[in-house]
């Protein structure tokens, strides 16, 4: 029998929160890693990483295209995506990138494995992978919307510190320990919520909210779907929560929506009010799956649900989704 076939793998970002999560997302499923080449800031080139029970010398990307990877997973920011991506490709190395900065790239696929893995058969060796809230949001609805048609959704968010980063982990935990310290935030974020995640726009609107709609509807490959979002900050470090109302254009029976959400790929089903069972972020911390709840047609307007979607956006929101690409990759023999 061959010896399956094993990758240079760099994480670019890695010592930050998705990166050091996408290091144990790639051990706890195995992705065939014949050599970790991790790249941080400049001041920690040359000290070593640990990752399975072994030192890896972290590196510059420059150095990293040289020693030959396969595949470069990038959570490092836009701006070092945008500088160092198209030079990973142009090596032939192919490139998962976390940030922004490739999403809406006409050419650049953006993939979430369990919903358009087809788009992988794209000639460009960067994929991008979605906003963490798009993510959990589309896996949701996906066998739903094959079967009913999606016409419009508005969806409320209720976001993690740990999507901004370990400073608003930081000024949470100082905040509820009485220490000043550092704010990644405008104000307060102990018992606090902020409806404020990235730049406000023009429109009124935030970044956070506009990407959901225009990732949602290139994801989903309908340009039809309208998507308004209201995204909000809460001091929770579990995870990301979402009160979804979707408006199909075919009616439904709540049966059939129960079996089709407990057919969908990634989803969890977690719905029994009558035993006070529904998603919290508190129970989804550190967990792949997507969790879905709080299931319910709405009675004000017709051919319309509303539910309660929750996933770490950690894991399957960011650093999971991203290694699934590249076990996507793989299985369809394009690494």
Not at 147 to 173: C, D, H, N, P, W
Not at 269 to 283: C, K
Request: aromatic share 6%; proline share 6%; glycine share 8%.
């Amino acid at each position: 029998m061959n010896k399956p076939q094993s990758y240079r793998v760099v994480v670019v970002g890695a010592s930050g929160l998705v990166g050091s999560t996408m290091l144990r997302v790639l051990e706890e499923r195995q992705f065939p890693v014949d050599a970790l080449i991790p790249v941080a800031s400049p001041a920690s080139v040359g000290k070593t990483l640990r990752w399975k029970d072994q030192g890896w010398a972290i590196v510059s990307p420059d150095t990293a295209i040289q020693m030959g990877a396969d595949l470069a997973l990038f959570s490092a920011g836009g701006s070092v995506s945008l500088e160092w991506a198209p030079r990973f490709a142009q090596a032939g190395i192919r490139v998962i990138d976390n940030s922004s900065a490739w999403r809406m790239d006409p050419s650049v696929p953006l993939v979430v494995p369990e919903v358009n893995a087809h788009a992988l058969q794209s000639p460009s060796l960067i994929v991008a992978n979605p906003n963490c809230s798009t993510i959990q949001l589309v896996v949701a609805l996906n066998l739903l919307h094959r079967e009913f048609r999606i016409r419009r959704i508005v969806v409320s968010t209720y976001q993690s510190v740990t999507g901004t980063g370990v400073k608003a982990v930081s000024q949470l935990m100082n905040e509820r320990g009485g220490i000043d310290g550092p704010m990644a935030y405008p104000h307060r974020i102990d018992l606090n919520c902020l409806p404020h995640i990235d730049v406000f726009l023009d429109n009124g609107y935030t970044k956070e909210e506009m990407k959901m709609t225009h990732e949602t509807r290139k994801i989903m490959g309908d340009e039809g779907i309208n998507l308004c979002a209201t995204t909000v900050r809460v001091p929770v470090m579990g995870g990301h929560s979402e009160a979804v109302n979707v408006e199909f254009e075919k009616d439904f029976a709540m049966e059939r929506v129960r079996e089709l959400l407990q057919q969908t790929p990634g989803v969890l089903l977690e719905d029994d009010p009558s035993r006070n069972q529904y998603p919290m972020p508190l129970h989804c911390q550190d967990r792949d799956e997507v969790f879905v709840g709080r299931v319910r047609r709405d009675f004000t307007r017709d051919n319309c649900l509303n539910m309660w979607v929750v996933a770490d956006n950690l894991r399957k929101g960011a650093a999971t989704n991203a290694v699934q690409i590249a076990e996507a990759l793989v299985g369809q023999g394009l690494m």
